[in-house]
């Protein structure tokens, strides 16, 4: 905390100004629109290949946004002071989960193309027999509702309480985020493996990983705080939060950019090296098919990108407090996280090695566009920082 003697005001409010950008709305609405109807020809052109350049993209977002709940989460759960006048970015950014749960309407449709589990009969093979109580058609479905459910009421709660608290500054909601968010931590780390055990383990019903949750988790927190940097120093390039968001707030993101970069290798390491080390066949196969043909590649750029370059980068204490060149490791980072999607889904249709298909680049420009679309449109409603949270004046004297 500062030591300063003298407090500062508590700002009004800043609220953005959605005229002032209606020509990017505009832009960004219209090619949301051609992404999107192409998406629809590339579903009836090649569904095959169109559900996993579909599933690619939702696992992307669904990451970044998923990452944003958690950090909101954490915020109230610890009762966080730093990130009192970011918060509502991440509000912003944790609502659009309900988009998400549209964008998988067209996987739950495909499904037949993307898990194989879903085409065999019964007596067919008996190790799926096996699991056939917990990978059955319906379980699936209703397993789905409950995780998007829980995504988009924790989401819609937390912002509406927070929003609440704008307009008479009761402190009572901030102990009814805090209630929200105890009740909400154990359902997000539940939610988000068990869905990442669904919609990507599932691809291939054969494989396991007891860390595969962490490990989504791990790549869903660390790109989700570099998207809160990027979309943090776009606003302020903008003209909005310069006296809101200081260096120091600057500092403690990439800090959290640094943990969560030694988290994910750690985790991924630790993945790697227990499945190698057993040998098992049900486990190695994942490996085996990423570490051949040009796999290979893609899989050390995203070891030495993921890990190895940032974490030489984000060292540095003085990137940390450089908006604009910690903007470049952050937008590295997200990148990164779209490769890791991109390893995860798409070599279980092209085993043999590296095919781009055109329907990869339009499935991601449709839903980012779309959810680009709608963050401008949600993002002018309401103050850009919470303005009578209580912490908020220790918030803006943050040194750290």
Excluded at 104 to 126: A, C, T
Excluded at 254 to 261: D, I, L
């Amino acid at each position: 905390m500062s030591d300063r003697s003298q407090a500062l005001p508590t700002p009004e409010g800043e609220y953005f100004e959605s005229n002032r950008f209606a020509g990017l709305s505009v832009l960004v609405g219209l090619t949301a629109f051609v992404a999107l109807t192409l998406s629809i020809a590339g579903a009836m052109i090649d569904p095959h290949q169109f559900s996993f350049s579909w599933l690619f993209a939702f696992a992307f977002f669904f990451t970044l946004c998923a990452g944003c709940l958690f950090w909101t989460i954490v915020h109230h759960a610890t009762d966080a002071e730093w990130s009192v006048v970011v918060r509502r970015q991440l509000e912003n950014i944790a609502s659009l989960a309900a988009v998400l749960a549209l964008f998988f309407v067209p996987i739950l449709v495909l499904r037949h193309h993307l898990y194989e589990w879903m085409n065999i009969p019964p007596g067919h093979d008996p190790a799926f027999d096996a699991k056939r109580p917990y990978l059955n058609w319906h379980f699936f479905l209703a397993r789905t509702i409950f995780y998007f459910g829980f995504f988009i009421l924790a989401s819609f709660f937390l912002r509406r309480l927070s929003i609440r608290q704008d307009k008479d500054g009761n402190p009572r909601c901030t102990l009814l985020m805090r209630k929200v968010a105890f009740i909400a931590l154990p359902l997000f780390a539940l939610s988000l493996s068990f869905g990442a055990f669904d919609w990507l383990m599932g691809l291939n019903y054969r494989w396991f990983s007891t860390m595969w949750g962490v490990y989504i988790f791990a790549g869903a927190a660390g790109s989700s705080m570099s998207l809160l940097v990027l979309v943090i120093t776009a606003l302020r390039s903008a003209g909005y939060l310069k006296e809101v968001v200081t260096l120091e707030h600057y500092h403690i993101m990439g800090k959290w950019m640094f943990a969560f970069c030694v988290f994910w290798a750690y985790i991924a390491f630790g993945q790697y090296m227990l499945i190698w080390y057993a040998n098992m066949p049900e486990e190695t196969q994942y490996f085996l098919t990423r570490n051949t043909e040009s796999w290979w590649n893609l899989s050390m750029l995203l070891v030495i990108g993921r890990f190895f370059g940032p974490f030489a980068i984000l060292l540095l204490r003085s990137i940390k407090k450089q908006p604009h060149r910690l903007c470049y490791v952050a937008g590295w980072i997200v990148f990164m996280q779209m490769l890791d999607m991109y390893l995860v889904v798409l070599p279980s249709l092209h085993g043999t090695g590296i095919h781009l298909s055109v329907w990869d680049f339009v499935s991601v420009i449709a839903m980012g566009a779309t959810l680009g679309f709608v963050y401008l449109q949600i993002v002018g409603r309401t103050s850009l920082f919470p303005v009578r949270d209580p912490r908020l004046i220790e918030s803006l004297r943050l040194t750290n």
